[in-house]
């Protein structure tokens, strides 16, 4: 006999018991984005491959390393999305939806990245991206800040996560600060590790993000960029700092704090946690202003962030209680031949008049006995029971299958009435 296939190694099914939580999360995330005014935007999973080297960088871990590339038939380089921030600004350039105007756009789904599978971090994870365009001020840095502190708040793990904050300056100031940080690193060269070493000369800025421990204290010692920020990256950083102050938002001030990818200037932020080992960021986002322009646009200001809904969910996991709600509210026996024709007609006519109800109808026959399990193990707070006698009289049993109380007949009107309190 042949093996059973199997999931793609770091591409994982999310199952029916394990899907009320995600709904359960993205019911808030759509609430919340929505009392800020964002709109969704869908965009495609494939793109083609130039743009993600034009905008995320050649020498960077995402492109050398992680990317899922492959030649189509027509002989086209395409590359699944390993972020949705290219993907986004392809879209809202070649439908001309900058110019002249300012936007706030999220939106949702699959990216792609070959590396190592670990807790939280898959080759094919879910994303949630927010990004905005337009807006130069450190207002609507500040807006972004408030949404994800909103979210923290309504899936109860405020306490579990921390924000920090970071300038990555203009271009031109970083270019100085590179200069620097090369020479303290060469100088310093032996307490490198290969990575490090072979970051010195395409991306030095990530060496400031090593999770190595035995290189903490020739980073720690480092020429910190904040110390090459002119006047204007300092009044935009200083202008967040004080509206969060204002706001009662706590953060630190991490100076090491750098992205990944080159696009980004200014503000950077992180949203970190202790509770998921050494995987600790939640959230993380910032200012690129330059990459419209990088990608053929005119130069605009765009800041967003991202999150990957994996990390968030083990996150949210860590609570106590997690209000998710039922799969299944009510569930219907039916025994007979009469109650099974009955039945079918009243479940349709409870969802015409309850339509929020979740109502499960046994189908397949079976006993009394084997209904009322699969009543019991539906999850389902009441069984609605019909049997011959009740079809001919017009009534239905209901048995509550959580809790306390008492089985009790009622007139299917009644019964209608009983499933409408419970439903509100």
Known sequence: MANNIQAIRGMHDVLPDQTPLWQYAEHIIRDVLGAYGYSEIRLPILEKTELFKRSIGEVTDIVEKEMYTFEDRNGDSLTLRPEGTAGCLRACLEHGL???????????????????????????????????????????????????????????????????????????????????????????????????????????????????????????????????????????????????????????????????????????????????????????????????????????????????????????ETLDNIPVARSVDVFMIRVGEAAEREGLRFAEAIRDAVPTLKLQLNCGGGSFKSQFKKADKSGAEYAIIIGDDEASQGEVSIKPLRGVGEQQTLSQALAMDFLQKFSS
């Open 98 to 316: 900058l110019h002249n105007q300012v936007h706030r756009l999220w939106y949702y789904g699959p990216m792609y990245r070959h590396e190592r599978p670990q807790k939280g971090r898959y080759r094919q994870f879910i994303q949630l991206g927010v990004e905005t365009y337009g807006m130069e001020g450190p207002d609507i840095d500040a807006e972004l800040i408030l949404i994800m502190e909103r979210l923290w708040k309504r899936l109860g793990i405020r306490d579990k996560v921390r924000l920090q904050l970071n300038s990555l300056g203009t271009i031109e100031e970083r270019l100085a600060y590179r200069e620097t940080l090369v020479s303290y690193f060469q100088a310093n060269i032996t307490a490198l590790d290969e990575d490090s070493i072979r970051r010195l000369s395409s991306n030095p800025l990530r060496i400031l993000d090593t999770k190595n421990p035995a290189m903490q204290q020739v980073v720690s010692n480092a020429p910190a960029l904040m110390d090459f920020l002119g006047a204007e990256s300092l009044q935009h950083f200083n202008g967040l700092t004080t509206t969060l102050d204002s706001l009662g938002i706590s953060y630190e001030i991490n100076t090491r704090l750098v992205r990944g990818l080159d696009y980004y200037s200014k503000t950077v932020f992180e949203w970190v946690t202790d509770e998921l080992g050494s995987q600790g960021t939640v959230c993380a986002g910032g200012r690129y202003d330059g990459l419209i322009g990088q990608l053929g646009g005119k130069p605009n200001f765009a800041v967003g962030f991202a999150m990957g809904i994996e990390r968030l969910l083990a996150l949210v």
